[in-house]
């Protein structure tokens, strides 16, 4: 009888990016972008996050990572899985459980992470600890529509600033240190950090890009101060140029079940076109009426 090729987890190197290129493909999940030399993405989480891949005689068929976010306010560091593809021949097998085992391993602090809607993928991350909480919807929409959205403040003012302040920004809101994620953000085509203020006082940052493949724009992340309203907050962003674009340009965004605006952006134009489930080991690890994700980092 010829034994069953054994499944090898370990540390992603350089070298794979290839190979799980090729594994992410498989999955329709892209993470190349046009006209760049190799994925930012994978560039960032070799660099910054934690990556794992899984081997069968020698072949990548499955990949992992996560991130470390400092969270100041908490008094302890969380931990964001960015992301767990099991090439389809191999799933089932129990390369996926493997993944996450090696990159939760000695990790007793909170996680998180966006599920697809796999029912498998859920019931791995709940096996986890990490609980389903609330929808996560991809939306499109025009640009033209958005400066007539209720809520929006007439005297708002969106300005363009540097990543190391909108990183201390951050700071000051979530008490997070998310400075190499603003790196990261700031260096994707198209892309700018922005403060939202309202009455005079800073009420949000985010940052802004360029779409992957097509015209518009996409709402990278942003985050509401605790002191302002976050539905005013969301609307006065998304109706500012700076971030909606020109008049007929498409805006894109990730807006959290629970977010009191969604059901005006819906009314106005907005489609969902996609959906994800925040899963967590504590339920109020974000709270998600003041935060556009980025569904890789949290």
């Not at 799933?91 to 990159?103: F, H, P, T, Y």
């Not at 033209?144 to 007439?154: M, Y």
């Amino acid at each position: 009888m010829i034994a069953a090729p054994t499944t090898r987890i370990r540390p992603a190197r350089a070298d794979d990016e290839a190979a799980i290129e090729t594994v992410a493909m498989a999955n329709d999940e892209s993470i190349l972008w046009p006209g760049l030399p190799r994925s930012p993405y994978l560039a960032h989480m070799l660099a910054a996050g934690d990556m794992w891949v899984a081997e069968v005689g020698g072949t990548v068929v499955g990949f992992a990572g996560a991130i470390q976010v400092e969270r100041t306010a908490r008094g302890s560091d969380t931990h964001h899985l960015t992301d767990l593809f099991v090439h389809p021949g191999a799933q089932s097998k129990g390369v996926g459980r493997a993944l996450l085992a090696a990159l939760q391993e000695g990790r007793d602090s909170p996680w998180a992470t966006f599920s697809s809607n796999d029912p498998r993928a859920i019931a791995l991350y709940v096996r986890a600890g990490m609980r389903p909480t609330w929808p996560a919807f991809y939306l499109d929409g025009p640009s033209g529509l958005v400066p007539a959205i209720s809520g929006a403040a007439t005297g708002a003012v969106v300005r363009r600033i540097e990543g190391a302040e909108a990183a201390e920004l951050e700071l000051t809101i979530t008490g997070e240190r998310r400075a190499p994620a603003y790196r990261y953000w700031l260096g994707l085509p198209g892309s700018s950090a922005f403060a939202v203020e309202l009455d005079g006082a800073v009420a949000a940052v985010g940052v802004v890009r360029g779409r992957r493949a097509g015209d518009g724009r996409w709402l990278e992340r942003l985050v509401v101060h605790p002191d302002a309203d976050g539905s005013v907050a969301l609307a006065s962003t998304i109706a500012d140029p700076l971030v909606g674009g020109a008049p007929g340009a498409r805006l894109g965004l990730v807006a959290p079940g629970p977010q009191p605006l969604l059901p005006t952006l819906l009314e106005r134009g907005f489609r969902i076109f996609d959906r994800d489930t925040f899963c967590a080991t504590e339920p109020d690890l974000v709270d998600p009426t003041r935060i556009v994700p980025d569904a890789s980092f949290g």
